[in-house]
């Protein structure tokens, strides 16, 4: 069995790197052969979780870093998302209801759910005094 | 090219042809709402959105259009959602939007659909 291929990125929080983010996941997702159905899907799902901690982890002229690795295996597609930013935890994120969301005129709060949509996990590590981590997993088919 | 472009136009009294074209992210949302809202401001609320040549839309890009629809629907208007692709179209899909939003694939039937 080969070991899995490995890549990472770090960016500083702010919305113009999303582009940058999703060509490095793409730039994975084609080098490691992934169907592009699949590949779409996780780009997108990533930069949700990006996205989510650009407006959320970290106060207003604060700038932090965004850590982003891939970890690619036959089976799975892993990425670990890491920052140094506030506490979030999206499993606290309740499943919207979209009339209502439609009805209330509210534009955001559906990342955390695209991911979970997309992503067969997504876990959160707080690691005290250290960093946010998230992991978004998507199980590739094989054979 | 840039990464991201709108082009309004009108087509009838009343309705406004919105072209969006490029990435729609976290990065360019408000972009396009602040147009829908020009938009809305001029009594406009029947607003024909081509995303034919939308390459990307994440949830934040989504959000503008779950935002404004419910104004646009209130002022006896709508947001007409013209010919994404596949990509962009399954986005509304995983949302659960495709039964909130109309959409149309020529501009023609989505003018009718509106001044129905």
Known sequence: MTEP??????????TKFLSVVRDFVANQTQTNNIAP???NKIILAVDEA????????????????IEIETE???TRFKISIRDSGKKFRPDS???PNMTEHVKSGKKKGLGIFLMRQIMDEVRYVFKEGIQNELVLVKYLRTG | MPDFAIETQQIKPGIRFVAVRGFL??????????TISECFDQGVHKLVVDLSRLDYI???????FIGNIGTAQDNDGNIILLNPSQNVREIFDLLGLTQIFTFAQDVDSAVRLLEK
């Open chain 1, 72 to 74: 690619i295996s036959e």
């Open chain 2, 58 to 64: 994440s949830s934040a890009g989504a959000g503008v």
């Open chain 1, 5 to 14: 291929a490995r890549e990472k990125i770090v960016v500083t929080n702010d």
């Open chain 2, 25 to 34: 992210d976290a990065h360019t949302y408000e972009e396009l709402d602040k």
């Open chain 1, 50 to 65: 990006v996205a989510n901690i650009i407006e959320h982890a970290y106060e207003e002229q604060i700038t932090g870093t």
């Open chain 1, 93 to 95: 994120v309740e499943t």
């Open chain 1, 37 to 39: 159905d699949s590949a």
